[in-house]
């Protein structure tokens, strides 16, 4: 079979671009159309929306998606595989095959179930099995709040069984990202459990292709030299029986797709070079690049190996109760007010007994400035408690009560409202074993699906995030000493280093890479080692910080456990995602040789 498979993604995150999917199906050829809906917090969010009335846990943007594009599919034979069943896949493909009817299409629907755990958990813990904090090694018997979602994450085998019997259009919870390629190509390809070099080509294609825009410029370091910005054209992986695999997209769409661009991807919300998915372990330190004409980049030399033999599975615990207010503080002595307001507010603080309060203050402030804004800087407050009540009302009133009676300019965003529930992210595993996963097939029929970790997969070890101290991964080459001051200018690392970053809970990921390949030495100076990266992030001062080389993409990948606290949907920070924590790093000044500046020899 020479000819590859077409999959296109139209989808990185519930609330993307609406059209995208229509834009993927009319914009040219398409085997598969993919999209990726979930992440840790969006099954948080779905759980939300299930608990008002009416409300369903699945994207329901999905759905209207499909009213524009299910027919143009079924006419080309176009495969929609998707996770967009969020906390009930058998009610997205209910629905599913409820708009066929009304448009009048006769369209085969399978879903994949079987990851939510919740409804076993306690099962679970009564067996022995503690669910421990994979970043902290606590047991979820400890977080003392009871579990709202707990959903393993599947492969891509259940997709294949029901692509095999017929279904047109695939469905599933949370399944690993990747998996959304993994399942069409091997089911196309007639790939087994084993073909793991095969199986990790296909995880990096799902890789690059999962967040949509950003293989093809979205959110890039050098955004400035990308055309067409305005309007990006999503991805799309010509994946190939070997595994190997082209990266493209549509002709005349926004954007670019180079080796660049790619790399970016390849290094986002990764931790260490073995990138454990369910099926397989793909060793991204082996991937090689190479430029296959315009917008066109060559995936090749991946290995893989077997996967572990635990399944991952994501914990959306009950958190507490949260409010919020900010002050703005303009022109001078911004230290000063900032400290009075913690002052005045500090006997309500004591007297509500919070569980946490964060003090935030941000110095966006300039001096005799030309415009009233950029005289601001910021203080919020974040509060967390177990009692609602303790921080609504009473928060409030103590903060509009100061609005005659504080600092001079006295002014903020918005008086704080009732307290707010929040989660928390609880990653965990289980045995693979005891994973239960069902494709449910267009005709109705249930085929129970091994997960490849029960019987091929490899113990995944002792792996902590936090508290097991640095990790410098790679050759054991750090570039050598930096240079000395004299030899050099301080210039921001961006000028000759991108850089992609986010998260994974309360882990924060950055991924650094040279253009140049003879840059690399240099990037391993700067950003190579655990003492080097704190230089750049003093925030990580007290935090284990672990920093694998890829020399093959010329990169290092830096992972930070701890910086984020307990993830996105707790956390106090202005950036909790850790989406702009790349760009900072990139604006710090670090010595660069005057010889590194010229330009490269075409």
Known sequence: MDAPLRIGNCSGFYGDRFAAAREQVEGGPLDVLTGDYLAELTMLILWRAQQKPGGVGYAKTFLRQMREVLEPCVRRGIRVVVNAGGLDPAGLAAALRELAGELGLDVAVGHVEGDDLRPRLATLQADGHALAHLDTGRPLAAAGAPALTANAYLGGWGIAAALDAGAQVVVTG?????????????????????DWDRLAGAVVAGHVLE??????GGNYAFFTEVPGMEHLGFPIAEVHADGTSVVTKHPGTGGRVDVGTVTAQLLYELGEPAYRNPDVTAHFDTIRLATDGDDRVRIEGVRGSPPPSTSKVCVNAFGGFRNRVTFVLTGLDVEAKADLVRRQLDPVLRAAAPDLVDWRLVRSDHLDSDDNAAATASLTLTVHHHDADAIGRPLAGACVELGLASYPGFTVTAPPSDAEPFGRYWPTTVPAALVEEVAVLPDGGRRPITQTGADLGEPAGAVSSAGSGDVTSGDGHDGGALPTAGTTRQLPLGVLAG?????????????LWVRNPDHYPWLLQVAGTADAVRRLLPEAAGLPVRVHHLPRLAAVNVVVPGLLGDGVASSTRPDPQAKGLGEYLRSRLVPVQPALLEPRPT
């Open 499 to 511: 850089a992609r970053s986010g998260d994974k809970g309360g882990i924060a990921n950055v991924g």
């Open 174 to 194: 949370r399944v690993s990202d990747a998996s959304l390629v993994v399942g069409p190509a091997a089911a196309h390809f007639g790939w087994s459990r084993r």
């Open 211 to 216: 967040c949509g825009a950003q293989a093809t």
